[in-house]
């Protein structure tokens, strides 16, 4: 009898059916025939004892294990065995043997063996000639009865070929579905862009991307370039990138221009902080050596061309502005650079860095980032810009910028606000009132 309580489990060893997970199969009890029992606990290799005991209405077989024949539904829907029905289809048995074994190389050997040993004498001298046919072919034997393969139905290759050519297309449809770029998902307007990328338009930006797309192919991440010692190994790009490319520098304005924290731009990505922080160095690194090798710095005359008329007016000869800013940065854990990166204006951590600004509001300078301890007048020593100036430049910038003497050794001057001297204002002040509106 079936049961149909869905906490029944299958009792043959191997089988894990039960009625909760394989609610389509029947369970049926032991029979009470003591001939017939023994005869269910013999074929499925159990022995009853302390470790199996058959109990009525716990104790089932499913119905894997019995011929479909053997097993006929009532009007109810409720699932029988026939009488005197035995379980035979076990993984022992391979199933009852439903699928026929195939004959193997001994037998049919054999078997054509014994059919050649009863053939007359003409089918005999019939085979010296095949056998000769065959060695005049230089067919060479085999010890092994392989197959010989079958004729090519060449509208069955060109259905592969086509099927194939289809599984290509689909699977290339499939990746590019599941490639959907992260930026189209969150930046569709210019609006959108400028928030995201710092970049002024969409256009721009992925003008941008165009012009550096050819060699970010060949990028190789942080961590493979720190464990690579081979430089001809570095000409290769890193495999397996998570995301695409142009998605990487997205992530990478994420991180810099919009300031996200890796946490959730690994959320919003679905990578982890990991890589997160690894595609971040490896474009501050890629972009820096790309957007550092290109010249920024305004000629005298193009400067002249697009200098604001108050400028003119008062500062005809402003090659540029300088003005230094800090990024804040993580307290290092020695004594010595923590002392040095402490800047004593922000009262924070920070690395500092030297802009120069042309009079049109384009920046023409950016030096590379140094302690935050360190002074204007020191920073623009070291950052270079003075091998930039010509003589008869000059250049505007605030109060702590001691840098007079630095200037006049190439030919430049120094335009800063004027002092306070006493407590009226200085004839200066109108003109300096005129450049900052500006």
Known sequence: MAAAARSCSCNVPGCSTSGRRQPYLSFHAFPTDETLRKSWVRLIRRDEGPSFKILWGSTFVCSLHFDKESIY?????????????????????????????RRSVFDRVNTRLGVAEGVQADAESAAEENDQSAASNHEPASDHNYAHAGVVDAAAVQTIRLLEAKVRDLEGQLRDLSCILNINRYCATDDEFRFYTRFPSEKVFWSFWKSIAPSASRLVYWSRAQRTTDVMGLEKPSPNRRLQLVDELFLYCCRVAVGMKEKVIADIFGISTTTVSRVIITWANYLFLVLGSEPIWMTRERVQATMPTKFAQYCPNVRVILDCTEIRCEAPSSLTLQSETFSNYKNTNTFKGLIGIAPCRVI???????????????????????HLLQPGDACMADKGFVIDNM?????????IPPFKRGTRFSRRTPKTQSIAST
């Open 73 to 101: 539904v009532l009007e109810s829907g409720r699932k029988r065995l026939k009488a005197n029905t035995t379980p035979t289809r076990f993984p022992w048995n391979n199933w009852g043997d439903d699928q026929p074994r």
């Open 407 to 415: 200037l006049s050794e190439v030919g430049a001057t120094l335009i």
């Open 364 to 386: 023409t300078f950016i030096s590379k980032l140094y302690t935050g301890s360190i002074s204007d007048r020191e920073i623009t020593q070291q950052s270079g810009i003075l």
